[in-house]
């Protein structure tokens, strides 16, 4: 508590300038918590649901084209991965049949090829969407301590004045406001960087611990659907 007074009563004594640069760090503060607090939620969640969906998928002896997968465990990137697979894979052994008129399911080398680019892309899109917004942490860690040195700056240089104008009860205030606005703001400005720096660099890690894990994944998908149909 008594920290928190201590960045309200400066807040109160600095002039309007002061207060703008409060209000823009509260403001960054608000905004880089939630996107920390959310993004590390959401990551949590669909971490979890990936693992489930491994083990629920793993366990299903069906052919690769045949799996079941619980209702329950599709939400999440890798389901998305599977379904489109399922789908482009199934049209491709239409289209062969149809054009060798054979009843023999195949695919052949550029298929196989195809497929792989396919997903290639999709996990790209999906690390995108797991990226989305983490670039507000980035602009905190580099915005929130120039915002720091602005109102630390502002400050002496408000203090500053206070001294020129000679010693009273008024301009004592405006030195006293302008020093507690320069120490105030630059903790402020570090107290926002630092978690966001340690936020942004975990999210960011897990973020790429699950696009390897969905490239694995495709991984396995191709290397299923190769073994069982592929034919040069």
């Given at each position: 508590m008594t920290s928190i007074y201590i960045f309200v009563s400066a807040f109160k004594d600095s002039d309007g300038f002061g207060k703008i640069i409060f209000l823009l760090l509260f403001s960054l503060s608000f905004l880089s918590?939630?996107?920390?607090i959310f993004k590390a939620r959401q990551f949590g969640k669909l971490e979890k649901e990936m693992q489930n969906f491994l083990v629920n998928f793993e366990k299903?002896?069906?052919?690769?084209?045949?799996?079941?997968?619980?209702?329950?465990?599709?939400s999440n990137p890798m389901f998305s991965l599977y379904k489109h697979f399922k789908k482009c894979t199934i049209d491709l052994l239409e289209r062969n049949r149809q054009l060798d008129r054979?009843?023999?399911?195949?695919?052949?080398?550029?298929?196989?090829?195809?497929?792989?680019?396919?997903?290639?892309?999709?996990?790209?899109?999906?690390?995108?969407?797991?990226?989305?917004n983490l670039f507000i942490l980035s602009t905190s860690i580099s915005l929130a301590p120039f915002l720091g040195i602005l109102g630390t700056v502002w400050g002496l240089l408000v203090s500053l004045t206070g001294l020129g104008k000679g010693v009273s009860a008024l301009s004592n205030q405006v030195v006293m406001g302008g020093l507690?606005?320069?120490?105030?703001?630059?903790?402020?400005?570090?107290?926002?960087?630092?978690?966001a720096l340690i936020g942004y660099n975990y999210l960011k890690s897990k973020a790429k611990e699950m696009t390897l894990s969905?490239?694995?994944?495709?991984?396995?998908?191709?290397?299923?659907?190769?073994?069982g149909y592929r034919r040069d």
């Open positions: 918590w939630f996107i920390l299903k002896e069906h052919p690769i084209l045949e799996k079941s997968i619980l209702e329950t465990l599709t054979v009843e023999e399911n195949f695919l052949t080398r550029s298929d196989v090829e195809m497929l792989e680019n396919y997903l290639d892309q999709k996990v790209l899109q999906n690390s995108k969407d797991l990226d989305k507690s606005t320069a120490l105030a703001t630059t903790v402020i400005g570090l107290l926002i960087a630092i978690p969905m490239g694995s994944f495709c991984a396995l998908l191709v290397h299923e659907i190769e073994m």
